[in-house]
């Protein structure tokens, strides 16, 4: 299941949907629609969140995305694309869409490091987005589908 979440910066003004990338289990990998990027992303995302440590009871990141192999392998994979003259892998990419994640959980502000410095929290994330339309997918399902859906679920369920 796909779970959106909101967020927003107290400076700035930015905000919107973010997500985890879920993991779809193709049954080989020819038939993985998204060409081996979404697992790459997955395998990004988890080693993100492997490499965050604990500093006066707010998250830091150990290393830097750059830093990361999996990092390097999303980008090569969609320089690839982009060779082949390949914009867009499909719906089922949209799957794997995380946006900027622009505060943490439960927070009502920009992410901050140890000094207390607002730190930029995209850190070059949307280079490494596999499914850069994801964020309208997103608004519009939070918009349109999301508003509605009670009632579509009671009008099926009445039939």
């Known amino acids: 299941m796909k779970e959106l979440r909101y967020r927003h910066a107290r400076k700035g003004g930015r905000e919107g949907l973010v997500s985890d990338p879920v993991p779809i289990k193709w049954k080989s990998k020819k038939t993985d629609l998204t060409r081996g990027l979404g697992p790459c992303a997955v395998s990004l995302f988890e080693a993100e969140k492997a490499v965050k440590l604990q500093i006066n009871g707010q998250e830091v990141d150990a290393v830097s995305r750059e830093g990361l192999w999996q990092n390097e392998r999303v980008?090569?994979?969609?320089?690839?694309?982009?060779?082949?003259?390949?914009?867009?892998?499909?719906?089922?990419?949209?799957?794997?869409?995380?946006?900027?994640?622009?505060?943490?959980?439960?927070?009502?502000?920009?992410?901050?490091?140890?000094?207390?410095?607002?730190?930029?929290?995209?850190?070059?994330?949307?280079?490494?987005?596999?499914?850069?339309?994801?964020?309208?997918?997103?608004?519009?399902?939070?918009?349109?589908?999301?508003?509605?859906?009670?009632?579509?679920?009671?009008?099926?369920?009445?039939?």
């Open 75 to 159: 980008l090569q994979g969609l320089r690839t694309m982009e060779e082949l003259g390949q914009d867009r892998l499909g719906f089922f990419a949209s799957f794997y869409y995380r946006g900027i994640d622009l505060s943490a959980p439960g927070s009502r502000g920009d992410d901050e490091n140890v000094d207390g410095a607002a730190v930029e929290s995209d850190n070059g994330l949307r280079d490494v987005e596999i499914y850069p339309d994801g964020s309208d997918l997103a608004n519009f399902l939070a918009e349109h589908l999301w508003e509605d859906a009670v009632d579509i679920y009671g009008k099926l369920r009445s039939k």
